[in-house]
């Protein structure tokens, strides 16, 4: 039974970690069976020296494409070894010039015809593949320089909490989750004002009767997130007393909330949407940005006052494309 292999793509890093390592470990035993004081790790950053030198770290670190402390790491065990010597350069203070000692130029002659035959082994070993092995490693790191691993996954990761994020309309009986969720938010973040107690208390007279809406969001059976919808007039809404509990924060509940809640003023006949918020929320003005709220002047029509300092964003209804339905009841 080979685990990794059976793994497939989720083990694809590994995979690869292993292949390297059993080549590694070749190549390890080859120098030693010809007396060879040398690693394969150290290959890269020696044959570049042995090419081109002086260079500075950073121009070791560009021209492999690997990072600054890979560099000094591997750079730090060959000086111990005494293969290369460094000095600080003369025009600046902070760039260390490594460059093979003479033990290094030394050890570079014998290591060429080594250098060789492995490398005419190698291409033995990818003709007898049958596959471009190269050609496909050269389209994957093309593939990742376009969007990074990390990003690659966290847009799954994102998609598949936003799937998790059911929408459901407001109903009498979830009318203290409105209240306890903003005042959980509002006392993390700044103070309960007047203004808000009169929304929070009164939810269906101060919203829901003026032609606004609220909405929650469920996720694994649990109210986390709310949201309300107030109406300024037939063509403009403000999407306002929108909160996440803390525990359920970065899991695509607001995102979901303020795509739901601009799909719903849209039914409503919207051309703009407001939103009052904070210039330190730097997550969620992000987001609001990210989803085309722009900001505009603070004389724009507002439905409260408060004391927090406030921003005023807006979106332009029609220059934003209709999300599609996503788990709503």
Request: charged share 30%; hydrophobic share 40%.
């Amino acid at each position: 039974m080979d685990l990794i292999k059976q793994l497939g793509p989720l083990a694809l890093a590994s995979r690869l970690k292993r292949l390297s390592d059993r080549l590694m470990r070749d190549g390890f035993r080859i120098y030693r069976e010809q007396r060879l004081e040398f690693e394969p790790r150290w290959f890269t950053v020696f044959y570049l020296l042995s090419r081109k030198s002086p260079l500075a770290v950073t121009e070791i670190s560009h021209e492999l494409q690997i990072t600054h402390p890979a560099v000094n790491q591997v750079a730090g065990i060959m000086e111990k070894a005494g293969l290369i010597v460094s000095r600080r350069d003369k025009t600046d203070e902070r760039k260390r010039l490594l460059s093979l000692s003479p033990s290094g130029k030394e050890l570079a002659a014998k290591l060429k015809p080594i250098w060789k035959d492995i490398k005419e082994a190698n291409q033995e070993l990818l003709d007898e593949s049958g596959v471009d092995l190269l050609g496909t490693l050269d389209k994957i790191e093309n593939a990742l320089d376009e969007t990074e691993m990390f990003d690659r996954i966290m847009l799954h990761i994102k998609s598949r909490q936003a799937e998790a994020v059911e929408i459901i309309d407001y109903k009498p009986r979830y009318r203290k989750y409105f209240k306890t969720l903003n005042r959980e938010w509002l006392k993390k973040y700044f103070s309960v004002e007047p203004v808000d107690d009169k929304l929070l208390s009164d939810p269906e007279g101060e919203i829901i009767k003026r032609g606004g809406k609220i909405l929650f969001a469920r996720v694994d059976g649990k109210i986390v997130g709310t949201a309300a919808l107030i109406k300024h007039d037939k063509t403009t809404y403000e999407l306002a007393k929108m909160a996440v509990t803390e525990k359920a924060q970065g899991r695509q509940v607001g995102k979901r909330l303020a795509l739901e809640m601009i799909d719903r003023a849209r039914s409503l006949g919207a051309c703009i949407v407001l939103l009052n918020t904070n210039p330190k929320l730097t997550a969620a003005n992000n987001l609001y940005r990210s989803l085309g709220f722009v900001q505009v002047s603070p004389r724009v029509q507002q439905s409260f006052s408060y004391q927090r300092p406030t921003i005023t964003l807006q979106l332009n209804i029609e220059e934003v494309k209709k999300p599609k339905n996503i788990n709503r009841r």
